[in-house]
């Protein structure tokens, strides 16, 4: 943020930064939507994994001589723990869309960095 300097209505200058308050109070909508769409994205990943546990244990699938009721379970375990993380991360951002501060504590800083690692677009 740059430092700007602004006339108050009776003759005083105000030092401050850019932004301030009403940037934090213009990100929270942004802030709130993405927590909706996270909690939506855990749910699709729920159900998509879910269904990859259904379709493996049906026909029967093996991986490299594992069972198929472990090939299975890994595959519900891992859509069970990648929704409740993005839960995790969708509470946060609600937390702060809603306190209007964002979430600065330790044991988040792990979750918003896991959550926000993408790999770079293709072009």
């Known amino acids: 943020m740059r430092a700007v300097a602004e006339d108050a209505p009776d003759g005083r200058v105000l030092h401050g930064t850019a932004g301030g308050r009403d940037a934090m109070a213009r990100g929270r909508p942004v802030a709130l939507a993405t927590a909706v769409v996270l909690v939506l994205e855990a749910v699709g990943i729920g159900v998509l994994f879910w269904a990859v ?12 001589g594992l069972g198929p009721h472990l090939v299975a379970a890994s595959a519900r375990t891992c859509g069970a723990v990648l929704g409740v993380h993005l839960v995790l991360c969708g509470a946060l951002l609600l937390r702060a869309a809603l306190t209007g501060r964002p979430a600065s504590c330790s044991s988040a800083r792990p979750s918003w960095t896991v959550c926000s690692a993408r790999s770079p677009p293709p072009w």
Do not use: C, P, T
């Open 53 to 64: 546990g259904v379709m493996a244990d049906r026909q029967e699938m093996s991986l490299d």
